[in-house]
């Protein structure tokens, strides 16, 4: 029988009981929407949504004194913004009223890595999205890769985003390389049985063998003792090496990682696994620090 992730065992349920849905591009306003609504109906939670004006481009133009011409252009950019995400508010509340869940929507303008960590606290999941920098419009630049990451490490998480693609997530790959942030996010991301109905591979990374077949006993045993049922395998190399070509083989929609604080320069010279699944895949990440 192919393994159905919890939906067969009756163990778990939703457990959720607040949801943050941010908009960081309008252009994926939608299976933002339609995730946090079946996400808050099936578990009860409140949804706030929350749509934000990235002003750090006007700010720098300011700071630099250029001219009228330049800012002129970004208060008329801005402007456009603001006018697409009217049309993500109205979408949202009316999907939430439709549902019969509770929510509100916040309207903010201001730079996002400030703005997000104190939204965040007051959430159990925060849900955004990522395009890439071809599939935006100039007025509508969305935070970068890097930048997300760094939330993370301000306290926004457990973090959930979303690509291009309005399909199913159908497959999640769970990533297991013998540190604490991915046994973490492992253990969050079946506690909160967000997607019940998807396959669930497990996969253990060592730079030895012994070392991926010790970490992928543990983790086997930990979801076994939870009657989580999943497939499960093993590789030796390194994360930043093996994750996606995996993934990609696997058929993996959607990759549970955990992340470790690095150094701007560390993260510059080696990269980090996360952001590398970001910038150069569509895939959806769940991930945690």
Known sequence: ???????????????????LLHFSSVQNGEPIIELGVDLAR????????????????????????ETAIYTTSEYSRLHQVETQQNSVRSQLSQACISAGIDFDIRRVRGNPLEVLPPEAQFHDLVVTSLLRPKDLPSEDSGLAAGELIDLLFQGVQPLLVLRGSDQPLRRALLVSDGTNASAR??????RQNLFPESELRLLAIGSTEQRARNTLREMVDY????????????????????????????????????VTRKSPLVRRLFGDPAQRVLEETNLALYVIA
């Open 42 to 65: 099936r578990s009860a939670a409140r949804v706030r949504g929350l749509t934000l004006v990235d002003t750090r481009r006007l700010a720098s133009l300011a700071a630099t004194s």
């Open 1 to 19: 029988m192919q393994p159905r992730g919890l939906a067969d065992t009756g163990v778990f349920t939703l457990m959720l009981s607040s949801v």
């Open 185 to 190: 996010a492992i253990r969050e991301f079946l």
């Open 223 to 258: 979801c076994r003792g939870r009657q989580v049922s999943l497939e499960s395998g093993w590789i030796c190399g390194s994360p930043r090496r093996v994750i996606i070509p995996y993934a990609h083989k696997w058929g993996a929609d959607l990759v549970v990682l955990g």
